[in-house]
């Protein structure tokens, strides 16, 4: 069965998986050290299974014993304080996470995020956005990704209800907290400019090239964010970009494209 389906219940809460999860916090929170030195200038927070190169990727502790050992991985609960001092990161990312931690928690961890960042440094963050549901709910939206389901109620109840999902977020709602939060952002219209990959191994692997050999971090794009088939690089520039830094960007990107052969536009 289907994870998005009505009936599946492998994401339901059980008093068991409960306590199995608050019992694993506590014993690795007194085993784990309180602040951690990293050789890594980015943070992935709520890596899952996705972990990126030269990233300090961060998410919570092991809930199976063939996960323990997994290497580029820090083990941790993000509802309490990162591990890491002030400012120890050029940038940070965290893609579908803030939903699966109440508001509270989320806003904590905004202000953790923050805190470990060096000013100036940028904070990608994806949330599954309650506008998009709503449109399809009302029939205003026709994108590929809601083709599974088979009415709006189901996929509103996806997004509120499965997933272990906790919050419910929108672009209002998620600027307002960035604002508690104390990080800043640009007051305009989206400056993000996608480039069209269309398959998810080629999409990690030209992001993954980028940063281990030109150094340059665009933010690979999958599914479920996108639908499969649409998956893309974002770029994302702004006033800290120089003129050299976009042109160093854009023959990387060349070098990158010929080398693994992807789609050229037309």
Known sequence: MDDHNLFFTGYQKKIKKMLKFEVISFIGRIFSPKIRLSKNKYIQIGCGSSLKANFENIDFYPLKLKDINIKNKVSHDLRYPLPYKNKSFYGAFSEHTLEHLYFGDAINLLKEINRVLIPGSIFRCTVPDLKKYVNFYEKKDTNKFFEKFDSGAQAIWNLTQNYQHLSVWDFNLIKEKLLAANIPFLKTKSHIIPIIIGDSKLCK??????????????????????????????????????????????????????????????
């Open 205 to 266: 692997k030209a992001a993954d090239e980028l940063l281990e050999k030109y150094k340059v971090y665009l933010q690979p794009i999958n599914y479920p964010t996108v639908p499969r088939g649409e998956e893309r690089l974002r770029i994302t520039p702004s006033p800290l970009h120089a003129d050299q830094m976009i042109d160093d960007l854009i023959n990387a990107l060349k070098f990158t494209w010929k080398r693994l052969k992807l789609n050229k536009a037309a």
